[in-house]
């Protein structure tokens, strides 16, 4: 007889309305800024500044909405102006525009172009610039606009793709990141310097199977990069005339987070020339490195982990903490403390590389402040569920890294297998974290358990792991998940015939794909889902346009059937549930619908849901509540 589901106080809106997530924060003179999401006014995002007496100010009202669409995915769309105002992207028609400090807001670029992973330096705003010509070839430049307004002005053009233009101190040199098709950024980049005054360019770090990422000037001499030639995300330093880059503290452990959005900032440079740096595997530790030494000491703090986007004031770090009870919060960290005692004396030193502190964190002071929040948004913690990391059993010796939701609900124990359901990240070079996620909590307080896969091919766990999906998406992806589902059997969590799959965008893929191939599951749910190859390298955004040779093959007919939902939809058995936005530029809305329509042939019970003024991601709350309450319902029918 199957266990019943349980009464929860977490309704659909909670869940909706919790997704006013802050991001992309910067400190400068004891003020902070950051932007804020709006799932109740149409899912825009504006931009706070709270000031150094403390009195904060919404900069952008209804209708401005700071978002950037360069690759699609977007970026960092603002950077503070000397003046304590802002540049920003507006979201509808990619201008830049400027925000003065008493909220006046005037246009500084005309319409046609768009630009991200902004920096203003004197008068003038440094930037990516993506042009989109009517029927011809997407093309990026670094480029420079006048805080005045008018024209960008070309300063580095020529390859595919452009990320973090910085600026010497001197103002002489100017370093970037760049890279060219069929790459992807985590596949291999280059590190180049190109001087300003006769555009003599050369390569610092990088290549073809080296991701370089994050350059930040120390002085006219050195630079700090991120490059995983160890075969992890770690921290060098290199001369920008060229040599070899050094290590600063080699770990196997990543410091940066993949680059899907332009602009993320994974470390920042303290007023003491010590980094405040991220490092972890899955979830980022918030630390402090000398550089000198390689010291890494960490800081004590709340949080379970910390987004990649950093800045520094001073001694206070600023950035994005969050837990599985705490909601992403923009964060102020004094580091004043943190040197730990004994550390003037060479014999007391740690090794380099390794951490201070007997527990992994030095316990000296330093206030920890949380500059934001949607504490009264967050349910009582007696209905969240507490993550734990596991390693799942893959196929031969792999190891599956996953963290298992069990069941939470202050009036129920679990007492047998209860129902599961196994999320797949999308990407898929991404990765699950134990961030806060009412979505889990949702579940979890009704009897539905929740177990997170970050399969082969996730971030966080080293190069290795994420390159095992080479030539392998739609099928160790699937394996992965499918051993998830035999693990949460096997180990007395689930009911081995109450085990459902969802996932969106390439997490999408991967459910149809299990579905497909596996009886394992009672129903999947997709989220704007990839269907078919050959359909989306047609139709998808310049960005990943190159990215299935990387992760499938070269077009092939043959090898696409082999590999595609769509082609496999015959082995289909469970009922599916499928949610698309109408307005997707990244996976059209005909890879659902096509699969939908191969479903609906077959007989098996399949439901679409196509959303008008949505794009890839649900942004808008009404959106969220209405698509988690259609899956709730899934769920209840495919489980009891």
């Known amino acids: 007889m199957p266990a019943a589901l349980w009464l929860s106080p977490i309704s659909t809106s909670d869940v909706a309305r919790a997704a006013a997530r802050p991001g992309w924060p910067v400190a400068s003179g004891g003020a902070a800024w950051w932007t804020e999401d709006r799932p109740e006014e149409g899912g825009r995002t504006t931009i706070v500044r709270l000031a150094a007496d403390g009195s904060r100010t919404e900069l952008l009202p209804p209708p401005w909405n700071a978002r950037t669409r360069v690759h699609e995915y977007g970026g960092r769309p603002y950077a503070v102006t000397p003046d304590g105002g802002v540049v920003f992207t507006q979201l509808t028609d990619q201008r830049l525009y400027a925000c003065d400090p008493s909220g006046e807001i005037r246009p500084l670029t005309p319409e046609g172009d768009r630009y991200a992973d902004l920096a203003v330096r004197d008068d003038r705003v440094w930037c990516v610039r993506e042009r989109h010509p009517g029927g011809g070839k997407v093309s990026r430049a670094i480029v420079t606009v006048p805080l005045a307004g ?24 100017l370093a970037y ?21 006769d555009g003599e360019t050369w390569t610092v770090a990088g290549g073809h199977a080296e991701s370089v990422l994050a350059p930040r000037w120390r002085d006219d001499g050195c630079l700090y990069l991120i490059s995983d030639r160890s075969g992890w995300w770690n921290l060098y330093t290199a001369d920008p005339r060229g040599g070899a880059p050094k290590p600063l503290c080699p770990r196997e452990e990543e ?18 020339g010590r980094l405040a740096v991220l490092h972890g595997r899955g979830d980022l530790r918030l630390g402090v490195l000398d550089p000198r030494t390689g010291i890494l000491t960490d800081l004590p703090d709340p949080y379970t982990g910390w987004e990649p986007t950093l800045a520094a004031d001073g001694t206070s770090i600023i950035g994005i903490g969050y837990g599985p009870t705490t909601p992403a919060s923009v964060t102020r960290v004094d580091t004043t403390a943190t040197e730990p005692p004994g550390t003037d004396d060479p014999a007391g ?9 007997a527990a992994g964190a030095w316990s000296g002071g330093g206030g920890v402040e949380a500059l934001s929040g949607d504490d009264d948004r967050v349910p009582d913690p007696a209905y969240l569920p507490t993550p734990r990391p596991v390693t799942l059993p893959g196929d031969g010796d792999r190891e599956v890294h996953a963290f298992l939701y069990p ?24 990765h699950a974290t134990t961030a806060l ?106 960005f990943e346009s190159r990215y299935v040779e990387w992760l499938v093959g070269p077009e092939d007919p043959r090898l696409y059937a082999e590999r595609e ?31 939908a329509e191969a479903l609906a ?12 003024g949505e794009a890839h991601g649900f942004r808008r709350a009404e959106t969220r509540s209405t698509a988690l309450a259609a899956e709730f319902a899934f769920y209840q029918q495919v489980f009891l």
């Open 150 to 173: 008018g024209d960008a002005a070309e300063q580095v053009a020529g390859h595919d793709f452009y990320a973090s233009p910085t600026l010497s101190p001197d103002g002489l040199l």
């Open 177 to 197: 990141v760049c890279w060219n098709h069929p790459r992807m950024p985590w596949h291999g980049t280059e590190l180049r310097v190109t001087r300003l005054s």
């Open 255 to 272: 410091f940066a987070w993949p680059p899907w959005h332009l602009g993320g900032l994974p470390y920042a440079i303290l007023g003491d």
């Open 349 to 357: 030193r740690s090794v380099p590389g390794e951490t201070t502190g």
């Open 407 to 430: 069941p939470a609900h202050p009036d129920h124990a679990v007492d047998g297998p209860r129902p599961y359901v196994i999320f797949v990240h999308g990407g898929p070079t991404w």
């Open 437 to 542: 996620d009412l979505t889990k909590a949702f579940l979890t307080s009704r009897g539905i358990g929740v177990l997170d896969v970050n399969y082969a091919g996730s971030t966080g766990y080293g190069r290795a792991y994420r390159e095992l999906l080479k030539g392998r998406w739609g099928l160790i992806d699937v394996a992965d998940v499918v051993a998830a589902a035999r693990w949460l059997a096997a180990e007395g969590h689930a009911d081995p015939g109450r085990i459902a799959v969802r996932g969106g965008s390439a997490g999408g893929w991967t459910v149809m794909a299990a579905c497909c191939r596996s009886g394992a599951f009672a129903g999947g749910v997709s989220y704007y889902g990839v269907s078919a190859l050959a359909p989306l390298n047609a139709h998808t955004h310049d």
């Open 565 to 595: 939902p769509l082609a496999l939809a015959g082995g289909v058995s469970c009922p599916m549930l499928l949610l698309q936005g109408l307005d997707d530029p990244v996976v059209p809305s005909e890879q659902s619908a096509a699969f």
């Open 601 to 612: 042939e077959r007989g098996i019970p399949c439901t679409y849901l196509a959303f008008d």
